[in-house]
């Protein structure tokens, strides 16, 4: 095997069959196309940032005038001061609830 059999175009019968051998055992490195990962991590993340994307449009929904353009952080952040909010005016109605003396008070007291 001298140096002109190394760089010749020509392959001998035994080296086809070995890199046909080496394609169908290997498989071969190729760059998936954007946005079609084949890593099982890479498939795995997509699903879990999906599903976080999908929980902060729900929660865009359920918390008021929060912006679609705000960044995560500070859409935790409006969605927690919302949440205490909401507990402080449960906690206000609550105090306030044995001073009512509207009717809806009697069926409150009626139902428990």
Do not use: W
């Given at each position: 095997?001298?140096?002109?059999?190394?760089?010749?175009?020509?392959?001998?019968?035994?080296?086809?069959?070995?890199?046909?051998?080496?394609?169908?055992?290997?498989?071969?490195?190729?760059?998936?196309?954007?946005?079609?990962?084949?890593?099982?991590?890479?498939?795995?993340?997509?699903?879990?940032?999906?599903?976080?994307?999908?929980?902060?449009?729900?929660?865009?929904?359920?918390?008021?005038?929060?912006?679609?353009?705000?960044?995560?952080?500070?859409?935790?952040?409006?969605?927690v001061d919302y949440i205490k909010f909401l507990q402080k005016q449960v906690q206000e109605l609550s105090e306030n609830q044995?001073?009512?003396?509207?009717?809806?008070?009697?069926?409150?007291?009626?139902?428990?």
């Amino acid at each position: 095997m001298g140096l002109n059999h190394q760089f010749s175009l020509t392959k001998s019968p035994s080296e086809i069959a070995m890199e046909k051998l080496l394609q169908d055992l290997v498989p071969c490195k190729t760059r998936a196309k954007r946005g079609c990962a084949t890593h099982p991590r890479s498939i795995a993340e997509r699903v879990r940032r999906t599903r976080i994307s999908e929980r902060m449009r729900k929660l865009q929904e359920l918390v008021p005038n929060m912006d679609k353009q705000t960044n995560t952080a500070d859409m935790l952040d409006e969605a927690v001061d919302y949440i205490k909010f909401l507990q402080k005016q449960v906690q206000e109605l609550s105090e306030n609830q044995p001073k009512c003396s509207c009717s809806c008070k009697m069926s409150a007291s009626e139902t428990t």
